[in-house]
């Protein structure tokens, strides 16, 4: 009912969610900071190219030229409230949001660990089938081709129903609410691998597997940047889930108590989040690290087999920062990629649409033998 509740609500859109309530993000369009292009510390671009420049009085601001369609038509304006005058309820709601940097999530973390040790006390092979299946529900159809490829980087179309359904399976990936998660990864590709990464391996391997998330001064750089989830925030449907995402994992792990007992909960719950929050960070570590690089994306991505392997498909994070609009990340007959294989069975049925994919010319342009990108940046290098 909760999955469905924002097609059934009339004018969904016009539900009060005050400024005065849930605190807005600070615009430093408003308070006249400069946007700094970190790109150009890696990937220098010519000048009078980057057509998203505007003027605030005096100042201009310049948004990263490796901003992506998507992420810049999310911008949406915000407001000065720092919300000093917050509800006690609005602050605990604010208290108990699950992101990364803020103290639930933490919380969150630490007890899915816990529970862990637990497992080795209660094994059942059905306990285990359980996390396997919620891990591929949760894993591939939530978080690799709802929250990532669909939401972040709207490589495909879904009816808003299935839209709504593989986006409510992520929520219980444990990872966060969409608005966040999507947030966040949109701020890695915007500054990718520079200060202002929010998972970068330029701070150390660790920092960019599990470090970031208990990071909170940089939770707290990230909520003075523009918003960039405008297209999610208009929706009723991920603001709801975001001012009550704490509610449905609870309600999951009831379930699985009800079913099951104590076996259930711990491997459905925390063994299988902790194993899904692994291999997902691995493509924020791992992938940045190590593996090989067959396109010029100015960056330090890599495709690596073995994390493609575990995370459906993402592995191939080189081809995907070359193309990040693409539905497709194994680009190449043998890169094993499940969520393509998943999103092209979706086209087939007729639910998937406008499902973007690299053309030729776009290929031949990023490849790394592509000596004219160099002169491009560099014109007085040699040919």
Known sequence: MVLFLSLWIPNAKSLPFSPQIYRPLRRQTQSGILLRNYS????????????????????????STKLSPIVRAAVTPGSENDGEDMPVAARMSKFLEMAPGLPAGAVLLASTHLLCLFAPFCFSWDAAGVAVGLAVVTGALG???????????????????????????????????????????????????????????????????????????????????PTNVGDLESQFFYKFIQHTYIIHPILLAAMLYVIGGFPYVVWGMGVRAVLMYHITFLVNS??????????????????NWLVALLTFGEGWHNNHHAFEFSAKHGLEWWQLDITWYIVWILQALGLASDVKLPTETQKRKMALNNHSIVRDFFPSHPS
């Open 40 to 63: 150009t510390i890696i990937c220098p671009t010519k000048p009078g190219k980057n057509p998203f420049t505007y003027r605030n009085g005096e100042i201009r601001h310049t948004l």
């Open 143 to 225: 978080i690799t081709l709802s929250y990532h490829r669909n939401l972040c980087h709207r490589s495909f179309k879904l009816p808003k129903w299935l839209e709504y359904l593989f986006a409510y399976c992520g929520v219980h990936a444990l990872q966060g609410h969409p608005i966040g998660w999507v947030s966040t990864h949109r701020h890695h590709h915007q500054h990718c691998d520079s200060e202002k990464d929010p998972h970068s391996p330029i701070q150390g391997f660790w920092y960019s597997h599990l470090g970031w998330l208990l990071d909170f001064n940089s939770a707290n750089e990230r909520g003075e940047m």
């Open 286 to 303: 791992a992938c940045h690290i190590w593996g090989t690089q067959a396109w010029n994306t100015c960056d330090l991505s890599r495709n």
